[in-house]
């Protein structure tokens, strides 16, 4: 790094928050240029927090995608809602994203959430594409009055419309400092992360209903470099009845097979290289009131 580069660099941790399914996870993957999150049209998809780094010339972007924020009915969500306030704490920016089309009473609890937040604080309109322009302005109006924002950005994170301007708005306030990860990382979560959770999102795009929402995935095995053969992943889906077990695995075994061929492709897209991908289905009653169960699959520390 030259040592003007040095002198001027800024980074900072950027945390993304926002109602359920406002493309928080979108606009992270767009942003970071690879698939670190997982999507789907369905609220509640991201269960954890994600951390994706962004690095440029003389700054460093570590953004933080969250859990749509929600009034917590289950002691999961009620983990997920702990993980937006914990990364909400860690922010040196935050980064509220919303839809374009919305008022601001749809967005009213985040809007409290952020209220007492000591951070500045950005405000991203996504999902423009979905709208008029014209519509866009009162809906930037009204939101700019409530005060809480430096700047309003309209983007569409789906098709990558109006990033560069957020990104500028994100830079310049981000804080003077060196960067935290060497230039060429993109995230620090391990490799079985995200495998879990790109099984986890091809069940949220196969199933409807209850079934996404009482899924858990986690990996049992992961075994690398196995002289001559591929990489042996296992993973264990769990789930709240026997009756989401017999839909999950399907007539002969035919859905289970289904995810798992979806899965494998995805994973192997993203490890880039062949694995071999086992699933099993197992049955824990109400486990997403279970704090025992929660820890074990890595939604709560303690
Ligand atoms: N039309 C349009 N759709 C978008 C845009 N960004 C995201 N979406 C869609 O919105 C849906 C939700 O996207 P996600 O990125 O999963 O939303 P999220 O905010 O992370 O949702 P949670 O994790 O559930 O809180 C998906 O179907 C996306 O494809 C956009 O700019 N335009
Ligand atoms: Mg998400």
Redesign the pocket.
Known sequence: MSKKSKDSFRAGYVTLA??????????MNALIAEKL??????????RQRVLGILTGEDYQVILL?T??WLAPKYLLQKAMTQTVETALADADLILM?TEAGTTKETDAPVLSLLQTAKQPRLLAI?????IEKGLLLPQIDEMYQTGLFEEIVP?????KDGLDVLLDAIRERLPAGEPFYPPDMLSNEPERFFVAELIREQIFHKFEDEIPYATAVNIQTFEEGRPGRKDLIEAVITVERDSQKAILIGKGGLALKETGTASRAAIEQFLERPVFLKLVVRVRKKWRQDPKVLKQLGYTSH
């Open positions: 926002g109602r359920p399914n406002v493309g928080k996870s979108t606009l999150a997982i999507v789907s049209p369905k609220p509640q998809t991201t995608d859990p749509g994203l996504n999902k423009i594409d979905r983007i569409s994170a789906l098709q």
